[in-house]
């Protein structure tokens, strides 16, 4: 019996340290975080200017040297793959870039795709100022009856409008529509807006510059 159980004691002993074996593993792959190259494509994909690479390595504690290679090992990779951006190092930094043969896409997109369709307030506003520019904003708000302050920094914001001097008198901002106005409308010029005047009112040069 002694001897069958100093048998079986290393067995036992053994699938004890095979249990421990196994245990050890999935307790250290329980504490890992993300590799270096994720964590560095995750802070790179918020920031709006290059990072440099000490910056980096102080951010995620690691050798400067070793961020510095894996920033250029993911580059490396995004050309080899043909991804649509670039990870660039310029300016003593690194950030995502798109690829330059991309670059019609993105433009079309942000241009055309990404804009929603004119209000009506957006385009009736559109249509003060472009008969009666350079125009003011408390005009325009005259003609329509109601504030137009949003509605112009729209216009403005998607390059319809722009901003045209000031009125000598009353020293208001005064608004036009603009090269790229002409050009989403396939006009050469402003002469070859449809006839649309007669239809606002004859008195809008008297009156008040006021927008409340």
Not at 113 to 131: H, I, K, M
Not at 177 to 204: C, H, I, M, N, Q
């Amino acid at each position: 019996m002694r001897a069958s159980e100093d048998l079986d004691a290393p067995e036992a002993g053994e699938g004890a340290a095979q249990e421990g074996s196994e245990e050890d593993p999935g307790q250290e792959g329980g504490g890992e975080g993300p590799t270096l190259e994720a964590a560095l494509e995750a802070i790179l994909l918020v920031v709006d200017e290059p990072v440099a690479e000490v910056t980096l390595a102080q951010v995620l504690e690691r050798p400067t040297h070793e961020v510095a290679a894996a920033l250029r090992g993911l580059a490396a990779e995004y050309t080899a793959a043909g991804r649509g951006f670039d990870l660039r190092e310029v300016a003593g930094g690194w950030r995502f870039y798109t690829r330059a043969d991309c670059a019609p896409l993105v433009e079309r997109f942000v241009r055309d795709g990404q804009q929603t369709r004119l209000t009506q307030a957006a385009l009736e506003t559109l249509a003060v100022v472009a008969y009666r520019q350079p125009v003011s904003r408390a005009r325009v708000a005259a003609v329509r009856g109601v504030n137009s302050d949003g509605v112009m920094r729209t216009l403005v914001a998607r390059g319809l409008v722009e901003e045209a001097g000031t009125d000598p008198e009353s020293q208001a901002v005064l608004y036009r529509t603009s090269s790229y106005f002409l050009e989403r409308l396939g006009l050469r010029d402003l002469s070859e807006l449809p006839e649309l005047a007669p239809f606002l009112p004859d008195d809008v040069e008297n009156l008040e510059e006021t927008t409340k």
